[in-house]
């Protein structure tokens, strides 16, 4: 049937093609006008195909729009079931790729931002599964931590190999690296109310046992972080990638109550530096009817490590007036 058709088209060509002839048209304009008219039916078609995909993309976007808003709540649930497990795997990945380039351009770090300048009082998880600290009774002791791959779920604590790092100490150690520290961590938070700078703080005119005080200052960066790695190493608790770079050096002098600042990573540690205190494990608001609050007492060079998202450490009151110092790190 086809190679009819084409023989009746190629036969009405060669009549026409004669018939133009023998009107006194030239062969070449016979061929130009032919061609012309191929390319005009074909511009015609393909405005036809354009027109019909474009129905088509638009018919297929409005079924996405209606299909989105009438499924809204079993769409959001899939995703979040889904892709909640892979949020610290994927940072973690993301982290490893990174370290090569600031390493070779340190600089770039100072061009992190806060992921929340103010915290929400009132944010709650709703239905948050509270098993990983229901059947937790106590803080257990452990003698030879493994690397952390998320089994450490429940509270713990073991004895580090760090070394006694005193107020005296920190500040030769602020004084020997001040030019990074002053560009890159220029605020110590005093008190919870106001800020100083670290040359405020360990100024030799400043004694930790004449200023009542607590300082919480924040190290976010990838220089500082370097320099103070050099007098506080990685606990062996925590693998060689997925430290966070944001640490917490917490200096207190005044003994009253306090709440260990939340990390970055949810996966936290308070290596205590000099001094020891009596540290409260409140369990989160979303978890109180499940899980109970625990209390361990960190004596110099004690590791306790904890899930925040669980639990909410608190430092007790101290009647005796030793400087408390401790470091804060997390992992992700």
């Known amino acids: 049937m086809t190679e009819e058709i084409l ?3 190629a036969n009405d060509i060669q009549r026409l093609r004669k018939e133009c002839i023998d009107a006194g048209i030239r062969e070449d304009e016979f061929r130009r006008m032919y061609l012309d008219s191929l390319r005009n039916l074909e511009n015609s078609s393909q405005r036809k195909y354009k027109l019909w995909l474009k129905i088509l993309c638009i018919v297929f976007a409005l079924s996405c729009v209606i299909a989105v808003t009438t499924h809204y709540r079993y769409i959001y649930s899939c995703i979040i079931c889904n892709v909640q497990e892979y949020i610290y795997p994927g940072l973690r990945l993301w982290r490893q790729i990174s370290l090569p380039f600031l390493s070779l351009f340190p600089g770039l770090t100072g061009l992190h931002q806060e992921t929340c300048l103010l915290q929400n009082p009132y944010f709650t998880v709703v239905d948050m599964d509270c098993w990983p600290c229901s059947n937790v009774q106590n803080v257990r002791e452990i003698q030879n931590p493994n690397h952390s791959h998320r089994q450490h779920i429940s509270p713990l604590i073991y004895l580090t ?9 920190l500040s030769e150690l602020y004084v020997r690296n001040r030019k990074v520290f002053d ?5 110590v938070l005093v008190n919870n109310k106001y800020y100083l700078t670290p040359e405020d703080v360990f100024s030799n005119n400043h004694d930790s046992n004449t200023n009542h005080n607590l300082y919480i200052w924040k190290i976010n960066t990838l220089n500082a972080a370097r320099i103070l790695r050099q007098y506080i190493p990685r606990p062996k608790i925590v693998p060689k990638f997925g430290q966070s770079s944001e640490r917490f050096i917490i200096i207190d002098t005044d003994g009253n109550q306090f709440q260990v600042p939340d990390t970055e990573c949810n ?5 205590v530096l000099s001094g020891k205190r009596t540290v409260t494990l409140a369990p989160a608001d979303e978890c109180k009817h499940q899980c109970r609050s625990l209390e361990i007492k960190l004596p110099e060079s004690y590791l306790l490590w904890y899930n925040w998202w669980y639990w909410r450490p608190t430092v007790q009151q ?3 007036n030793e400087t408390f110092i401790a470091h804060v790190g997390s992992y992700c």
């Open 7 to 9: 023989h009746d088209y």
């Open 161 to 169: 190999k760090q070394t006694e790092l005193s107020w005296i100490q």
């Open 183 to 187: 560009v890159e961590s220029p605020k």
């Open 267 to 271: 996966f936290s540690f308070l290596l």
């Open 318 to 320: 101290t009647l005796h």
